[in-house]
């Protein structure tokens, strides 16, 4: 029977520390079991996920982009209409972030843990974007064939060409972000072998590709397969995995008071992009790639440092970055309607039409994601729709 002076004595903290803790009116710590006491100094706030196991900066930029994506199928473009307005282009220019804001998510979402990076992880990623992007290409299909009110030939043709479609991504024009994205998943077991202090070379030679892939300068691909080239998006992915690996140094380094003078910088370059590409639009020209592409990256850097941290999103971000996936897959089918009922007039800016179709693109598919969690449950609705 041990003494009592062999007992550890409980050492009551602190109101201060108590709520600290959140374990009731005190706690007895010992002074026998080798850990340190709490310190009663101001403690530096936790930079570790917020509600849900989510990062605040994420669900930002996942949210702007989703948002921005439907902006961009909303304005004319050279498919729908033979004169654009200069508005109408810059705008397309300025939104160009929106799918490599997507791409460098997934890097980082990834890059955050070793398990999320093992086969059997790639699986279940596979399977989370394969079966809402079979489920809506099965509607696509549907879909246009009701729009056109044409056939495609005999059966036999119509089933190769939808098989053809569904394997390169390319029954709606928008999936051909599914394609990037699977291409990525499948070679993360690759990318996380890479030694961690050889990512920024790779990073370096991705963004090489990139520019030169943006400015013509690789071997020239048809359309299609231009959109759909690693070139493109290797670099904005391995960007996504660089952040995650360094969050905590720059988490760091923005509470030490540098955080606005960051923003307001990069504010400045963009303004700055957004102004030259304004100016050059009435003599015919456009922002170079190159120029497009940093300012792809400027957004995604602005975004990323007004926002990580302790802080958690409002609600109704975290919820726009949850649905954003189905939102991207499903959009398309309640804007374009808008669009065929009210065409635009080439060559004019009409920002109200714009703002139209972006509502209507973006409420209604809000609305599906609501409705199929109502109505199959979370889970399961998150299985087949996204």
């Not at 005190?26 to 570790?48: H, I, M, R």
């Not at 940093?294 to 926002?307: Q, R």
Request: charged fraction near 15%; proline fraction near 8%.
């Amino acid at each position: 029977m041990p003494s009592p002076c062999d007992l550890p004595l409980p050492v009551v903290l602190p109101r201060e520390a108590q709520a600290s803790t959140g374990r009731g009116d005190f706690v007895a710590v010992s002074l026998e079991d080798g850990l340190p006491l709490p310190s009663l100094a101001p403690q530096k706030p936790s930079t570790s996920p917020g509600r849900g196991g989510r990062r605040p900066e994420v669900d930002w930029i996942k949210a702007v982009a989703i948002v921005m994506v439907v902006m961009i199928h909303s304005l004319p473009d050279t498919f729908t209409s033979s004169k654009i307005s200069h508005m109408d282009v810059w705008i397309g220019q300025i939104t160009r972030f929106a799918v490599p804001s997507f791409l460098a998510c997934s890097g980082y979402i990834i890059a955050s843990s070793r398990s999320s990076r093992s086969f059997k992880a790639v699986r279940q990623r596979l399977e989370r974007l394969l079966l809402p992007y079979l489920v809506f290409s099965v509607v696509a299909w549907f879909y246009q064939y009701a729009m056109t009110k044409t056939e495609r030939g005999g059966e036999k043709d119509s089933v190769s060409s939808f098989i053809l479609n569904l394997l390169s991504c390319s029954e709606l024009g928008p999936y051909y972000y599914v394609f990037l994205i699977l291409c990525l998943v499948l070679v993360t077991p690759l990318i996380a072998l890479l030694p961690q202090r050889a990512m920024p070379f790779v990073f370096c030679v991705a963004l090489g590709l990139q520019f030169a892939h943006e400015e013509w300068l690789l071997p020239s691909l048809s359309f299609f397969w231009q959109v759909r080239s690693p070139a493109r998006s290797l670099a904005p992915f391995l960007a996504g995995w660089l952040a995650s690996q360094h969050r905590e140094s720059i988490v760091d380094f923005l509470e030490q008071g540098r955080r606005r003078l960051l923003c307001m910088a990069l504010l400045s370059v963009l303004c700055l992009l957004s102004a030259v590409a304004l100016f050059q639009l009435p003599d015919g020209g456009r922002l170079p790639w190159a120029l497009i592409v940093v300012e792809s990256y400027a957004v995604l850097a602005l975004l990323f440092a007004a926002t990580v941290g302790p802080t958690e999103a409002p609600e109704v971000v975290s919820w726009l970055s949850n649905a954003s996936y189905t939102i991207y897959l499903s959009h398309y089918y309640f804007l374009t309607p808008v669009l065929l009922l009210y065409p635009y007039v080439p060559g004019t800016f009409d920002p109200v039409h714009i703002l139209l179709c972006t509502m209507a693109g973006l409420g209604n598919s809000a609305s599906l994601v609501l409705l199929g969690r109502s109505l199959l449950g979370e889970s399961r609705a998150r299985k087949w729709i996204g």
